[in-house]
DNA sequence: GTCTATATGGGGATAGAC
DNA sequence: GTCTATCCCCATATAGAC
């Protein structure tokens, strides 16, 4: 039996990834960890808190792998820039692939983009901005051509497309009428970096945008 | 002076697209559009009712102005497949140039795509299905050879990139230090067309993912 | 550390005067 | 149609017994 104080997070993250922040309240997470109402603010001070908790307990070891994975990235370059698509896994794969974490964490990660909660808004920016830096410079050097407002663009769109994949129950049903498999994680990455990694290949364009249009060809 | 209905829908609409669905109560929306608290429940029956009717009140016109479009591309291509960006442009344009209606409508459509109440998605699925099913057929005809189910996750990436790109403030502030304008919709919208373009035409690939990776080139 | 009981406030919905 | 007053429930947070 986990101690308390894991139970709770365990409920709390489990809600947190179906309804969202305003919408639990302290009863449902301690009626569904078991434990009693009283002990939440107990081990944690206040709700506020113990939502911050639930996101800092997974993006803290998330954004370690995530840099360690950039670390082993520019280790095996020697110098040389990162091909795009090694930089792609090395951000999206900790999160596509949890370690362990459980299984509501995907969920979690997905709403945390979407929170409007300006509580968990600022916990996620404090761990982004930890990693931010690294990854654009990186991203940069694999893309020199791209500008940079262009390539922040981009990098926003991905972002987007790997939260909406990983909130998605309800879109992917509607729209594929159930052939896609929302739990095949690593499919959905290869997936998603072949798309990305295209989409950051294409031409930056003009202002004249999509009436010059890149004609793309695949060798 | 407007009546009393549209000014609580305008109300709750601002609401919404800042703070979610149960995070807004009727007080702080009457309080807003400067009427009674009980005119919500007589105009609408219930909060419900009252998020069902804002969100509907926007998505209607905003999927006519899409089938437009898709019928307007058709016609153009004569019984061809209408090109992919025009395609992209007639499901993205009319998110992105609301055409009249107030500031609040760009982020209330970024909310809808992620918001966690069933009522919402209710309402929201329900919209979509009526126009589901034209795209994606028009889609695979501009792309026969991409699987369909390859097609249906791309489809998601650009709705994803599109969502978080309405509801960005957040994370755009953090990635570029300020450099992208979130108001230059047309912008936006032609960047996002030349990305997801490039990335729906990426090769299908393989089982083994990443490491076919397409290489692209532009012509 | 854990539980019960409770203080305090805010929520949606409604009844009924005007 | 509009406003006030109110019912009743649920929320967070805390005090204090064990």
Known sequence: MEDTKTRILDAAERLLSERGFTAI???AVTAGAGVNLGAVNYH???KK???QAV???RLEPLNR???AALDACEARAAGKPVPLEELLHAFLGPVMKPDGAGAGFVQLMGRMYTEPSLDVRRVFSAEMGKIAQRFISAFRR???ELPPEELFWRLLFTIGAMAQTLGAGLLLHFISGGICD???LEGIEKRLIRFAGAGFRASAGDARGKKRAARVRVS
Chains 1, 2 share one sequence.
């Open 25 to 27: 309240s302290l009863r």
């Open 44 to 46: 944690f001070q206040s």
């Open 49 to 51: 808190a113990l939502i």
């Open 55 to 57: 996101f800092a307990r």
């Open 65 to 67: 792998r995530r840099l």
């Open 142 to 144: 694999a893309l020199p």
């Open 182 to 184: 929302p739990s095949d």
